[in-house]
């Protein structure tokens, strides 16, 4: 059983947002195709495990705090006898390891992330001592792109390869596993102490005047160029999207890019730049969200 889905990152949300309406520099997009490529691989993970969920209690991207020490878990799984830990990496392409560092194959050293994980995994078990819980960690670093490869990889049970993860899912779901009461309940405690604000990233410089208005397609990226009373179409790749549907994830994408700023029937309409009348924007607004004041000066919030 799932307690806590995965869901995209405010970060990549933004960067995502900011690459289409005005576009990023190098070092920019490259951050942002990191952050996608993380999240696709977490998600490729998350399809992997669907065969285990009976019996057990996947709980995805939590942030904890230990002694004042944050730290992230990409995926945690309680079972009977082990909570396992993973850390999930989307790495692409060839990587060696020299002593306890990590390259890739351009030489270019990157974070060594099974110190990584054996930091979280430390973290992990200590924050559960505290809690009273004694089943133990299993933490694994688990490598999901089979383009992946890695040269001079230590011998350690802790790391799974793509070669190597069907077999580890298929012995882990040999093991039974029965829940209890207690299990249930160490998954709430662990959902309680999740911290919602996100850590302080480091966005790049945007004004509303510098990003593009319209509605882009969710497939594709395109803006729309045509639209019905109904619907949205995406001229390049053929989406059709419900034309409420549509505005309301505009109207989201505005409130994340530019939090402090009042959602208004004006607003809206200028940063969807859509044709039809500003009676239709107005209405879709009242309908979802709660309007405030009256005339002009009203706005909405959720
Ligand atoms: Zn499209």
């Known amino acids: 059983m799932i307690m806590k889905p995965r869901e995209e990152s405010l970060e990549l949300k933004i960067m995502r947002s900011l690459l289409i309406r005005m576009g990023l520099p190098g070092p920019d997009e490259l951050y942002y195709l990191n952050l996608k490529q993380g999240f696709e691989g977490e998600s490729e993970f998350d399809d992997r495990i669907v065969p285990l969920l009976d019996g ?3 709980i995805n991207d939590l942030l904890l705090e230990h002694h004042n020490t944050l730290f992230q878990i990409d995926s945690l799984m309680i079972s009977t006898k082990s909570i396992y830990l993973f850390e999930v990496k989307n790495y ?3 990587f060696y390891v020299d002593g306890e560092r990590w390259y890739s194959i351009a030489g270019n050293e990157i974070k060594n992330p099974l110190l990584q994980v054996q930091r979280n995994e430390s973290l992990l078990r200590r924050l559960l001592q505290d809690l009273g819980c004694n089943i133990p960690v ?3 670093l688990i490598f999901v792109n089979p383009e992946f490869h890695l040269y001079q990889a230590p011998l350690n049970q802790n790391i799974i390869f793509p070669t190597q993860l069907n077999r580890f899912l298929e012995n882990t779901k040999k093991k039974t596993s029965r829940l209890q009461g207690n299990h ?5 405690q662990l959902l309680s102490l999740h911290l919602t604000e996100t850590p302080n ?3 790049p410089d945007y004004r509303y005047e510098q990003l593009k208005k319209g509605i882009y397609c969710p497939s594709c990226f395109g803006f729309y160029q045509q639209n019905t009373r109904l619907y949205f179409f995406c001229a390049k790749c053929g989406e059709k999207e419900d034309y409420e ?7 989201q994408e505005f409130k994340l890019l530019f939090p402090d700023d009042k959602i208004t029937t004006n ?5 969807c730049k859509i044709t039809k009348e500003k ?3 107005r209405k879709i607004l009242y309908k979802n969200y709660k309007q405030v004041g009256h005339g002009k000066s009203s706005y909405y919030v959720k």
Request: aromatic fraction near 10%; proline fraction near 0%.
């Open 201 to 203: 990233f480091r966005l």
């Open 279 to 281: 009676k239709s924007t």
């Open 92 to 94: 692409c392409g060839d």
């Open 138 to 140: 299993e933490a694994y």
């Open 267 to 271: 607003q809206i309409h200028e940063w």
């Open 56 to 58: 057990r209690l996947v």
């Open 245 to 251: 549907t549509a505005v309301l994830r505009s109207v």
């Open 184 to 188: 249930k309940k160490i998954a709430e």
